[in-house]
């Protein structure tokens, strides 16, 4: 099922299952977006501290996970 599908259905879902998958779904949005901006912001000249700022974590954190 693709994300938006998930998203659409299981946010307004009672069913436990529907809205677990929207969670997940949210999460492969979330690190999607999160590698495209970091490399954008890489290639623009944005240091590691900069992008860590940005994101709200350590610039350690951020260099580990999208060296």
């Known amino acids: 099922m693709a994300i938006g599908t998930d998203l659409t259905t299981g946010v307004d879902s009672n069913d436990p299952a529907e809205g677990l998958r929207a969670v997940a779904s949210l999460r492969v949005l979330a690190d999607?977006?999160?590698?495209?901006?970091?490399?954008?912001?890489?290639s623009l000249g944005w240091s590691w501290q900069d992008i860590a700022t940005a994101l709200g974590v350590s610039k350690q954190a951020v260099h580990k996970k999208h060296r």
Not at 32 to 42: G, M, T
């Open 32 to 42: 999607r977006l999160e590698r495209l901006h970091v490399e954008r912001a890489r």
